[in-house]
């Protein structure tokens, strides 16, 4: 081998102490970063009885091979634990500079355990750390705490990843901020970290990782910014959200709830008019041209700080049209509120949602909502009830809890409303338009998740295309097909996109899979292959796999709420929806492709060809 | 995609016509070659009724992506047909020049069904196709056929793929000559051809296939000439069979019909020695610098014509020291007469093995022999043996039919001393020394194969060391093991070794897997990858696994000869052997990670993951 490997800090905040492990060269070719770390070590390290929100639960930034490295994309990582919303694998992406530092800082992952009494954060400088107090910014919104690290330390350069008030609060969609505009966004990780009283994790390193082959990273970050307007040049553009109107005529945004209703001023909360009404400029992440995210300023009605970024899709969706809300200003208030509370904004816009549906039927009255009418379409009531779930406050108490626990605790019927996935809350992508995307919902190992799933619609452009070939998917399937062609497309396919994290590199690259190869054998050195690489990230989905059999959880979980079943009232799926058996089917298929046997449990000799034999003695007898 | 395929000849026999087939690039893209074209129009096409020696069989010359494009290793092409030998799928490679001539003459495959009346051959010439009279040539040594139709059709440029009077005669183990030198070996393929009359495939071409990319195939062409002599140095200085004394001292050398007795002079029929005395030069494939083709001139006591060129280690051994015989000029001899009369060397001399053993048991008596003193070590019995079998005179009658058919109509026991699989004589390679090797015997599709196998004694090579990590192999098993370490790395490693023949690329070049794939989209303009390439072998390997379940093969004929399971009576391995129920297991566990049922029956899944769920109903109820 080639003397490609790093340094994981190891951190127990129970004993107040930090320690440095350096696996081998081995470990870091066989599991290479993201998902494939952090399910390593959860499956290894929790068990069955984990409390999510114990000190016995591990909290895991893992960097990748790639991240941190001069190429575009490369500027992600992922953070997971056993997730307080599921109580199976947790993770979320993040990307920005905060993991490009903690690469420059000598680190590829932190593995933090225990808890502290006092609140703490953790300050990591050039290969050392040191466990600080942070009684002082306990209670802080993420900018101010941001502020005041910055300040504390003496350094405007420091990278924080942190939580705000609801990640300390146990709210169970709390997430990570990074930056205060990148959130590490789903699974509830932030009430983990809030949980073992960890505020932060400051970031700063000067040291670039050092890299096989610089001359072919040159060529291939040449290639792409020749290209990047030309593949994506809406992205580049606008950013997420620039195609609701179309989204809205397919039947892909969902409106009220996923119930599908009328939303006749789509266009107010498209990302187009969000540019042009109130866009500043467009912010980007670490050795990136395509300059995705937007940045906002509002002053009225509602003053919203640029400091917070702006909206992606997913927001605009679930604090807008999932709430019936075509308010952009209010939305934008929502968004930059949930970046202050540290909350995702998928789970708190789609838990208002059910929340809203729930008032609507007399589930939840105005004696529970402190007198607000939570009607869908209501933006002043989303934006309070935001804050309040954010502070826990009043019937946000409840909703903090996730759509899914707040139904079992209202009854009446109020389950039905919650459209969630294990208990996360469903994306803003519907699974009656893409059904292989409902397929990916159910079958996620963290709930409904839409960034490693397949997006049917997308599969015939150029780029995607592009993808499917190189991995051997020559012809592809129809939307509507949920059959075995469909979900032969998916398990490559969303293998594929699982790499994307491993690695990471940033899905929205327009690299194929030649690219990426071609990337990390210029970074390690390694005479690596896509075959490789491709099995790392099945290796990596068959350790979550596990990491949820080892929880507790059956094959019948994996499935969708009951509202995708039946078609939309009105518009373009008001005569088609999911079949519920034919769904079945394809989950049961996927698993045997994937080498589980019938009920989703990866099967001995699969873990024997993934060359984690380790692994078996974690399948419950 | 991008224009990349071409032209497939169909030839009725029984018919006396040809035509052209143009199958869409992405039946070119997801069957490739080899192999891959084999067993796709075998499975499609015959059927479990269909008699290998009837006209209903088809015989299919398969180039593939690479073959008779400027790079090394490109002189590779395969042919196939329902084995006489095995009555499962058969097939062997060849080298030479002759693939490439028919990629200049415009064609990827030949598909020969039907049967002639009277004998003819196949003349090809830049895309046209003619069948004619052969009657004159019926009969001929594989030399004067191919000088009298390069006469007939006044060109000395023509290349010949020919039978001999082995092949005419129907012996099961006649082979595919081509260039009267590259035996397309095993598998009985000769036989086949015989039984459709059709003496020889002659073909001329003077159109170079397209290249996309020609600056890269160059790049590494370049990179391969200057390593070549540091990566198989003893190839291209000997050839194959250059350490003989090391395979005595292992073990791995067949002595006197796989019994392991001693040997004492094994020096005498190494390759260094060959060279040394008889060797004139090094003859080479089509673009190929590694030159490992041995060519020998011998004046006394036989007169050896370098034009038929000379040994591999597979014949040194196999009419050499499994015959218990050290007589140089003796094995040459035999070679070229198997050359002449079109036969495989090494099922002949593993038969005539076999015929010694019985004669030394009494099984065979001098009644049987023309008298001869058919005892190990006698070389001019054995000299006389091959002559007997390739005119089906006397005792070679019964011999032809191959060990297997031998053993069974011979009764007395003699089925102990028939070392094959599947009806196909074992290669010159021990089992009990190399279990992966052993492994691959019984579970191969075409019965006992070295080629498409794993050489467990070599795997910590630094080229096959190099070659395992680019599949994620990372950690290197004992040569003793046969546990899931071992059956994993076989089944990455062999899958590897199947990709070789389906591109192909002479499995002697020392490219990795990088290399393999930068020169398929070099030549082809795909965005292909490994993962694609390694799921088209196997698709290749899946599909002769379903021809053989077609053809009634069941999980039991995948085994080993009694012999392996005892040690030898002395030297290396005689304390250790085989273990018959770590082999069982072994073979399932195979199965399994193939995504084969414990019968070893390919599953529907695997079938839909593979993109030929056509193939589903081949599987018999």
């Known amino acids: 081998m080639l003397g490609y490997n790093g340094r994981i800090l190891r951190v127990d905040l129970s004993e107040g102490k930090t320690w440095i492990e350096e696996p081998s060269e081995e470990f870091y070719r066989r599991y290479i970063g993201g998902r494939g770390f952090i399910s390593y070590f959860l499956l290894r390290e929790t068990d069955s009885k984990t409390d999510p929100l114990g000190p016995e639960n591990l909290l895991i930034f893992a960097l990748g091979a790639v991240t941190g490295n001069p190429i575009p994309g490369a500027g992600r990582h992922s953070v ?94 709390a997430c990570i901020m990074h930056d205060i505009t990148r959130a590490a966004g789903r699974a509830g990780l932030g009430a983990v970290m809030g949980s073992k009283k960890l505020k932060a994790v400051a970031v700063r390193g000067s040291k670039p990782p050092k890299v096989a082959n610089p001359a072919k990273l040159r060529e291939i970050s040449r290639w ?99 709430c019936g809300i075509d308010d952009l200003e209010a939305i934008c208030m929502a968004n930059q509120l949930c970046n202050a509370y540290g909350m995702d904004t998928i789970s708190t816009g789609a838990t208002i949602a059910f929340a809203m549906e729930c008032f609507e039927n007399g589930i939840l009255t105005k004696e529970d909502t402190n007198g607000l009418e939570l009607s869908f379409g209501n933006a002043d009531a989303m934006v309070k009830v935001v804050e309040m779930i954010g502070e826990r406050k009043g019937m946000g108490d409840l909703l903090a809890e996730g759509s899914k626990r707040a139904a079992e605790k209202l009854g009446k019927g109020a389950e039905k409303f919650a459209i969630h996935v294990k208990g996360q809350e469903v994306p803003m992508h519907e699974p009656r338009l893409k059904r292989g995307l409902g397929l990916g919902y159910a079958v996620s190992p963290t709930g409904a998740d839409h960034c490693h799933n397949m997006h049917d619609t997308a599969l015939n452009s150029e780029r995607i295309a592009n993808e499917l070939r190189s991995l051997g998917i020559l012809e592809i399937p129809s939307v509507e097909d949920l059959g075995p062609a469909k979900v032969r497309t998916f398990y490559y396919y969303v293998n594929y996109r699982v790499l994307n994290n491993v690695l990471p590199i940033c899905l929205f690259m327009p690299f194929d899979l030649v690219h ?51 078609p939309h009232r009105s518009g373009a799926l008001s005569k088609t929806a999911l079949d519920p058996a034919q769904l079945k089917k394809a989950i049961k298929l996927y698993y045997l492709m994937m080498g589980w046997d019938e009920n989703g449990v990866p099967k001995e000799e699969k873990l024997h060809e993934l060359d984690i034999a380790w692994a078996i003695e974690k399948i419950p007898i």
């Open 80 to 173: 997971g634990a056993i997730s307080p919303l599921t109580g199976g694998y947790g993770e979320a992406e993040a990307g920005g500079y905060w993991g490009a530092e903690l690469k420059r800082a000598g680190f590829d992952a932190i593995i933090i355990k225990g808890s502290s009494e006092k609140p703490v954060y953790l300050w990591i400088n050039d290969g050392r750390a040191e466990i600080r107090d942070a009684s002082h910014l306990w209670g802080m919104k993420t900018k101010e705490a941001q502020e005041a690290i910055r300040k504390e330390l003496s350094d405007e350069g420091i990278r924080v990843a942190q939580i705000g008030p609801a990640g300390e609060k146990l709210v169970r969609f």
């Open 516 to 566: 990426k190869v071609e990337i990390v054998r210029a970074i390690t050195g390694w005479n690596t292959t896509a075959w490789e690489l491709l099995k790392a990230a099945e290796r990596a989905t068959t350790m979550t796999r596990l990491i949820n059999v080892m929880r507790g959880f059956k094959s019948n979980d994996d499935w969708l709420p009951e509202r995708f079943f039946k």
């Open 224 to 322: 792409l910014a020749q290209n990047v307007e030309r593949l994506v040049r809406s992205l580049h553009l606008y950013g997420t959200g620039a195609a609701m109107d179309i989204g809205l005529q397919t039947g892909n945004l969902p409106v009220n709830n996923f119930r599908g209703d009328p939303f006749p001023n789509v266009m107010d909360i498209d990302a187009r008019t969000l540019k042009k009404k109130y866009g500043i400029r467009m912010d980007t992440c670490f050795a990136c041209p395509v300059a995705c995210k937007k940045v906002v300023k509002i002053e009225e009605p509602w003053k919203v700080d640029p400091a917070y970024g702006g909206p992606e899709y997913e927001t605009l969706a679930s604090l807008g049209s999932d």
